[in-house]
């Protein structure tokens, strides 16, 4: 049964609603950026530059760096945002846009994720980088989805004990990286570990101005949690919602993180804009080799 006009929206040239895309104007391979300025520190080092194009918050940039074929898209600040450019990059390959069916074959992606960070431990430095291993999902977009098969519920079990999580807020989830990614973009002294993605920047990460947040203590319960060697290198908004639908929409995806700021102990770093350049030469090197 062909997917109802209401639920795949499609602008009037047949491009998908919110990204302005075509199935054409996208590389298999696709690289991820908050700020749609970035798109263009990224695009800067393509040999060529094929398609671009903008909508909102959401900017396309595809072409060739070193012979592959890349995109590198904006998606803007959030879990709510990842869920509309995940849902819509997926439709490109795996939906036939004029009938609206789901194709038989499925196209699988490979996605990274270039984001900054403040990390949450004391040795990991500002200008270093972290590719997480697992993303921890606080914000609780992913149950609006079916994600018991890609879930880890052991660790959860064990934040949400360790943290005295509250039992209003939604259950934290944690999504495991694609290991296969994971193997091409690791590298000596980058530092692994989870990921913890919030909804906000303020409350949502312990961050107070005028408004008292909920658990006063939930920061220094997460930078104390430990699982079987895991524990949480650092705090965002966006990684847990890419892994966890990649997974359910089957895709591989990795999340690497500039460090531009240390909540443990508050530094923050003096040239975060060199930082972010130096992860991106850093990701188009290993994807190259890929």
Request: aromatic share 6%; net charge neutral; no cysteine.
């Amino acid at each position: 049964m062909p997917i109802k006009e209401s639920e795949l929206i499609l602008n009037p040239d047949g491009s998908v609603y919110h990204l302005n895309l075509k199935p054409e104007n996208v590389a298999k391979t696709v690289i991820l950026v908050g700020d749609q300025d970035r798109v263009e520190k990224v695009s800067k080092r393509f040999d060529s530059v094929e398609f671009k194009t903008q909508k909102r918050e959401f900017k396309t940039h595809t072409g060739a760096y070193k012979g592959k074929r890349i995109s590198v898209i904006s998606t803007g600040i959030g879990p709510d945002n990842i869920d509309i450019v995940l849902n819509e990059l997926d439709a490109l390959f795996n939906i036939d846009l004029k009938t609206r069916k789901p194709k038989e074959t499925i196209t699988s992606l490979d996605i990274v994720r270039i984001g900054t960070s403040g990390s949450l431990q004391n040795d990991i430095p500002v200008d270093s980088f972290v590719l997480s291993t697992y993303g921890l999902d606080l914000n609780g977009m992913l149950h609006s989805y079916q994600i018991n098969a890609v879930s880890n519920p052991d660790i959860e079990d064990a934040f949400i004990k360790q943290t005295h999580w509250h039992i209003n807020k939604a259950r934290p989830i944690v999504i495991k990286n694609s290991e296969s990614l994971e193997k091409s973009l690791e590298s000596e002294g980058v530092y692994k570990g989870i990921t913890a993605t919030a909804g906000g920047f303020y409350g949502a990460q312990g961050r107070v101005l005028r408004l008292p947040v909920q658990d006063a203590t939930l920061n220094h319960n997460m930078d104390a949690f430990k699982y079987n060697g895991l524990r949480i290198t650092n705090l965002e908004m966006e990684t847990s919602a890419i892994y966890g639908l990649s997974k359910l929409l089957g895709h591989r995806a990795v999340s690497l993180n500039a460090i531009i700021a240390n909540r443990a102990n508050g530094t923050f770093s003096k040239n975060p804009s060199q930082v972010v350049e130096n992860l991106i030469t850093f990701t188009l090197t290993k994807l190259v080799e890929l």
